[in-house]
């Protein structure tokens, strides 16, 4: 950085000094193929292949990611995806948008639906913008973040009471919030607020069945402030404990890759048993003020 200062990063380690687009697909087609090995005997053709990277006007995005990004990754696996797989540049909400359209395809009849993401913040444009708004983590900067990158997937199919335990999202919900990270209106949590009042609402559900919350919260206090704002403007019941997770603090700020990240957290937690409970609130917050939240569920047996 100008002040000569090194910055803090959460780097995926490779043997190899991968750049760029490449190392993007080092990161995220070894996450697919491992959803692809439990698909039993399903052929790939049947299954769409979401694919969730940064959003356009994110500065530092790699150029032309919408147009032969999810080519580069069938080529890669040496596999061809359905027809309707398809590139969501929308960032952190990306793949929560993606999830709504992979319901919409599995109710068409599609076996499965993988949602991947991959993004990374550690590019010199990117860190340059970010240090100049003073939104990164520095020695003189404590309300900052640490960038970080990612690839993940997770494989979705229709919920089914034969294969328990499973986690299963039950509920889904979007806002639009006007007072972002870098505005200066006042925050109310509005967007927040309208993303987890609709994901309860989606599905059929109080705070009384929630037990704890993942977010993408990543160290600046805006983020910790929308949450406290948000969760204050929607909960009508007293709880004891309403822990609040955050893998940023673990891996830093990856970008679109948070969610599928975000799932795969709750899912471990619940499958090695210190999850506080099965119902979990996931929100996620772009920096353009797109919002949403997701409603989940560890079922471990039939009702």
Same mark, same amino acid.
């Given at each position: 950085?100008?002040?000569?200062?090194?910055?803090?990063?959460?780097?995926?380690?490779?043997?190899?000094?991968?750049?760029?687009?490449?190392?993007?697909?080092?990161?995220?087609?070894?996450?697919?193929?491992?959803?692809?090995?439990?698909?039993?005997?399903?052929?790939?053709?049947?299954?769409?292949?979401?694919?969730?990277?940064?959003?356009?006007?994110?500065?530092?995005?790699?150029?032309?990611?919408?147009?032969?990004?999810?080519?580069?990754?069938?080529?890669?696996?040496?596999?061809?995806?359905?027809?309707? $797989?398809?590139?969501? $540049?929308?960032?952190?909400?990306?793949?929560?948008?993606?999830?709504?359209?992979?319901?919409?395809?599995?109710?068409? $009849?599609?076996?499965?639906?993988?949602?991947?993401?991959?993004?990374?913040?550690?590019?010199?444009?990117?860190?340059?913008?970010?240090?100049?708004?003073?939104?990164?983590?520095?020695?003189?900067? $404590?309300?900052?973040?640490?960038?970080?990158?990612?690839?993940?997937?997770?494989?979705?199919?229709?919920?089914?009471?034969?294969?328990?335990?499973?986690?299963?999202?039950?509920?889904?919900?979007?806002?639009?919030?006007?007072?972002?990270?870098?505005?200066?209106?006042?925050?109310?949590?509005?967007?927040?607020?309208?993303?987890?009042?609709?994901?309860?609402?989606?599905?059929?559900?109080?705070?009384?069945?929630?037990?704890?919350?993942?977010?993408?919260?990543?160290?600046?206090?805006?983020?910790?402030?929308?949450?406290?704002?948000?969760?204050?403007?929607?909960?009508?019941?007293?709880?004891?404990?309403?822990?609040?997770?955050?893998?940023?603090?673990?891996?830093?700020?990856?970008?679109?890759?948070?969610?599928?990240?975000?799932?795969?957290?709750?899912?471990?937690?619940?499958?090695?048993?210190?999850?506080?409970?099965?119902?979990?609130?996931?929100?996620?917050?772009?920096?353009?003020?797109?919002?949403?939240?997701?409603?989940?569920?560890?079922?471990?047996?039939?009702?």
């Amino acid at each position: 950085m100008s002040d000569g200062e090194w910055l803090t990063g959460c780097e995926v380690p490779f043997e190899q000094g991968w750049r760029g687009r490449e190392k993007l697909l080092q990161m995220v087609v070894p996450a697919i193929q491992e959803c692809l090995t439990l698909i039993g005997n399903t052929s790939v053709q049947q299954v769409p292949l979401l694919l969730c990277v940064a959003e356009p006007e994110r500065p530092g995005r790699f150029a032309d990611l919408d147009d032969g990004f999810l080519s580069d990754v069938q080529a890669r696996l040496g596999r061809a995806f359905h027809a309707d $797989s398809a590139i969501f $540049s929308r960032g952190r909400i990306g793949p929560v948008e993606a999830i709504s359209r992979a319901d919409i395809l599995i109710s068409a $009849s599609r076996p499965y639906c993988i949602v991947a993401a991959v993004d990374t913040l550690l590019t010199a444009s990117t860190l340059s913008y970010y240090h100049e708004k003073r939104r990164l983590l520095t020695s003189e900067n $404590s309300n900052g973040f640490i960038p970080g990158e990612a690839g993940a997937a997770v494989l979705l199919a229709r919920a089914n009471e034969q294969l328990l335990p499973q986690l299963c999202c039950v509920g889904l919900g979007t806002g639009i919030e006007k007072a972002t990270v870098e505005a200066e209106e006042p925050l109310r949590a509005d967007g927040m607020t309208q993303a987890i009042k609709a994901a309860l609402a989606d599905g059929q559900c109080t705070y009384s069945d929630l037990h704890y919350r993942i977010t993408d919260i990543s160290g600046e206090q805006y983020g910790f402030k929308e949450a406290a704002l948000a969760l204050a403007r929607t909960i009508r019941e007293r709880k004891d404990e309403f822990g609040i997770w955050n893998p940023a603090d673990c891996i830093g700020q990856p970008g679109a890759a948070i969610v599928p990240v975000a799932l795969g957290v709750a899912l471990a937690a619940a499958r090695k048993g210190y999850a506080p409970g099965p119902g979990v609130l996931c929100h996620f917050a772009a920096d353009g003020g797109d919002r949403a939240a997701l409603i989940l569920r560890y079922l471990r047996r039939a009702a």
